[in-house]
């Protein structure tokens, strides 16, 4: 069964960067398509971006196009979410998810099949 772990929040001033990680394992990633939710307090949680299972499929939120790009390294197990010129409003957990396609990403649903723990993203100056 697949397992994901995020790494890479923390706090960032306006304007900053930051790159999370999400670390797969226990099964093969090519299989799966990829994307990052957030939670902002007091607000629900959102789809931000996602990758196609082959890396040739990106989409974005309109809020961070621009701003963050989703890759995927599946010699290292791994997806990326790059976070340029953060703004305050970014502050939130970042979720990384996965599941077999696209599909939760047009009809904007959060059912999805794997959920890692949540890492805190925080832009203050």
């Known amino acids: 069964q697949l397992h994901l772990v995020e790494s890479g929040g923390g706090l960032a001033q306006p304007g900053g960067s930051l790159r999370l990680s999400c670390a797969g394992s226990?099964?093969?990633?090519?299989?799966?398509?990829f994307g990052w939710f957030r939670q902002a307090p007091g607000k629900e949680r959102e789809a931000v971006s996602c990758?196609?299972?082959?890396?040739?499929?990106?989409n974005y939120v309109p809020a961070v196009k621009g701003r963050f790009t989703i890759s995927r390294d599946d010699a290292k197990t791994t997806v990326y979410l790059q976070m340029d010129n953060l703004k305050p409003e970014d502050t939130a957990i970042y979720y990384c998810?996965?599941?077999?396609?696209?599909?939760?990403?047009?009809?904007?649903?959060?059912?999805?099949?794997?959920w890692g723990q949540g890492t805190q993203v925080t832009v203050s100056s």
């Open positions: 998810v996965a599941a077999r396609d696209l599909n939760w990403w047009y009809t904007r649903s959060s059912n999805l099949e794997v």
């Open positions: 990758i196609s299972r082959t890396g040739t499929i990106t």
């Open positions: 226990g099964a093969n990633l090519d299989y799966y398509a």
